[in-house]
């Protein structure tokens, strides 16, 4: 998560609530919740179009 934050300059609790308002993708991998770079790509060209 730390990750997908940085790269949208985003705060972690701002990655979570994307990710409970389905708006951005994830996978679990175990215990962990991983986000693919092609979701925060996704998420981006959304935002583009929407605006």
């Known amino acids: ?3 997908a934050a940085a ?3 985003v705060s972690r609790t701002t990655i979570y ?3 409970d308002a389905r708006a951005l993708e994830s996978v679990h991998i175990g215990r ?4 693919p770079t092609e979701a ?3 998420y ?3 935002l583009r179009t929407n605006a």
């Open 44 to 46: 981006v060209d959304s």
């Open 32 to 35: 962990a919740r991983r986000i």
């Open 1 to 3: 998560m730390p990750e």
């Open 40 to 42: 925060l790509l996704a």
């Open 17 to 19: 609530e994307l990710l």
């Open 7 to 9: 790269a949208l300059r």
